[in-house]
Structures are given as structure tokens and as C-alpha cells.
């Protein structure tokens, strides 16, 4: 999946760096210490010595090499994860304090629910579909989070952010990833991506077409 293969790719490849980066701080650390316990034992004068430029330089150039490669992963990651094939849906998703509403445009279509000490909603979706997804918000900012999906967009009041993507059948649970206020973690929604002919039945069931809507 689009979502999965970007973000294993940045990940796996910040996390490598990461560990590079680690260790090399750590054997410098060492080194450190057995220099000094070297100096401490033959009894030898602390160095004096008040700068390394040439070590110095070197630490800066690493470092600008390492800063590039991250940022060049990072967009070239964001390139594929926002790359946006021409859906067969929209679906608007609104956050609010707290709960989330889900409208399928060009449909009467809509699901929603209080979430806090109730029900929560169901965003379905057409499996292997390309599906586009318009995330707001009604106040506050939330976060709009499927974890097993590796998704996650913020949701701003007086701002879309949107995204393209196809999902596999299957089910998740999303969650709110930003704090909202008193029932933030109870902010959660669940994820349903059902075959075309199951899903053209539910789109049917809840007042719309029986059949999958394109919104292009």
C-alpha cells in the first residue's frame, strides 16, 4: 500500500541513520574515556589544546551530509505519500470536541456519532478503490490518526488538508492524535474497507446509490 511503502521507507531509513549516528557518539564518548583514564594513569598533564579545526570541520561536514540525506528521504517519501490518483470517492471528514463526522460527497450520505461515553462512527470505504479523504475541523485542532494504516493528518478549523490513497479490505481503529480537550482519548473512530459490491450495498442501506459513486 502507497501509505505503508512511504512511511516504511522514511522510517526504516531515519531509524538506520539514527542508529549510525548513535553509535558513532557513543565510540567518541568511549574514546573519550579511555583517553582520559590513559592520561590520568601515566600521570600526563590535561591537554591544553584550545580548539581541533580539522576535527571541527569534519563534525560539520558529516553532519551537513547527514541533515541533506535525512531531508532528501523525508520529501522524497512525501512525494510518493502525497501522490494523488484520480478517486472513484470523497469523503469529508470533519473533526469536532469529540467526535468526528464522516459525509460522503455527491451522496446523502452521512456518518457520525458522540463518541464520548457512546458510539463511535465507521468510516467505510471501497476496497482497492482510490478514495479521497478531506479532513477539517468544526473547533480545535485534532488529529486524524489510523495507526494500522500508517496514516495521519491533522485537522484544522478553517483548513482542508487532503490526501489520496487506496485502501486494502480490511479493519482499523483510528484514533484523535492531537490533545483536544477533556474527552480526547475517547476521540476514536473505526475503519471499514469493504469489497465493491459490499460496499455499493452499504452506500444503498444508508440512502445513496446503489452502486459506487465518482466524485472526479
Given at each position: 500500500?502507497?501509505?505503508?511503502?512511504?512511511?516504511?521507507?522514511?522510517?526504516?531509513?531515519?531509524?538506520?541513520i539514527?542508529?549510525?549516528?548513535?553509535?558513532?557518539?557513543?565510540?567518541?564518548?568511549l574514546?573519550?574515556?579511555?583517553?582520559?583514564?590513559?592520561?590520568?594513569?601515566?600521570?600526563?598533564?590535561?591537554?591544553?589544546?584550545?580548539?581541533?579545526?580539522?576535527?571541527?570541520?569534519?563534525?560539520?561536514?558529516?553532519?551537513a551530509?547527514?541533515?541533506?540525506?535525512?531531508v532528501?528521504?523525508?520529501?522524497?517519501?512525501n512525494?510518493?505519500?502525497?501522490?494523488?490518483?484520480?478517486p472513484?470517492?470523497?469523503v469529508?471528514?470533519?473533526?469536532?470536541?469529540?467526535?468526528?463526522?464522516f459525509?460522503?460527497l455527491?451522496?446523502?450520505?452521512?456518518?457520525?456519532?458522540?463518541c464520548?461515553?457512546?458510539p463511535?462512527?465507521?468510516?467505510v470505504?471501497?476496497?482497492?478503490?482510490?478514495?479521497?479523504?478531506?479532513?477539517?475541523?468544526?473547533d480545535?485542532?485534532?488529529g486524524?490518526?489510523?495507526?494500522?494504516?500508517r496514516?495521519?493528518?491533522?485537522?484544522?478549523?478553517?483548513h482542508?488538508?487532503?490526501?489520496?490513497?487506496?485502501?486494502?479490505?480490511?479493519?482499523?481503529?483510528?484514533?484523535?492524535?492531537?490533545?483536544?480537550?477533556l474527552y480526547?482519548?475517547?476521540?476514536?473512530?473505526?475503519?471499514?474497507?469493504?469489497?465493491?459490491?459490499?460496499?455499493?450495498?452499504?452506500?444503498?442501506?444508508?440512502?445513496?446509490?446503489?452502486?459506487?459513486?465518482?466524485?472526479?
Amino acid at each position: 500500500m502507497q501509505f505503508q511503502r512511504a512511511f516504511s521507507y522514511a522510517f526504516g531509513t531515519e531509524t538506520k541513520i539514527a542508529e549510525v549516528v548513535f553509535g558513532l557518539v557513543l565510540l567518541a564518548m568511549l574514546v573519550a574515556f579511555g583517553q582520559s583514564a590513559y592520561r590520568r594513569r601515566k600521570r600526563m598533564e590535561p591537554s591544553r589544546r584550545a580548539e581541533r579545526n580539522v576535527l571541527e570541520l569534519c563534525y560539520v561536514g558529516l553532519l551537513a551530509v547527514v541533515v541533506a540525506f535525512d531531508v532528501f528521504v523525508s520529501f522524497s517519501a512525501n512525494a510518493e505519500w502525497w501522490h494523488d490518483p484520480r478517486p472513484d470517492m470523497t469523503v469529508r471528514v470533519t473533526g469536532f470536541q469529540w467526535c468526528w463526522d464522516f459525509r460522503y460527497l455527491g451522496t446523502p450520505v452521512n456518518v457520525s456519532a458522540r463518541c464520548a461515553g457512546g458510539p463511535i462512527p465507521t468510516l467505510v470505504l471501497p476496497a482497492g478503490r482510490p478514495v479521497r479523504l478531506q479532513i477539517t475541523s468544526d473547533d480545535v485542532i485534532h488529529g486524524f490518526w489510523i495507526p494500522g494504516l500508517r496514516l495521519k493528518l491533522d485537522a484544522y478549523p478553517d483548513h482542508v488538508n487532503t490526501v489520496s490513497f487506496t485502501p486494502p479490505k480490511g479493519d482499523w481503529v483510528g484514533h484523535c492524535s492531537q490533545l483536544c480537550g477533556l474527552y480526547h482519548s475517547e476521540m476514536m473512530f473505526r475503519v471499514r474497507a469493504l469489497p465493491a459490491a459490499a460496499f455499493d450495498r452499504w452506500v444503498h442501506a444508508h440512502g445513496g446509490p446503489g452502486r459506487l459513486v465518482s466524485t472526479r
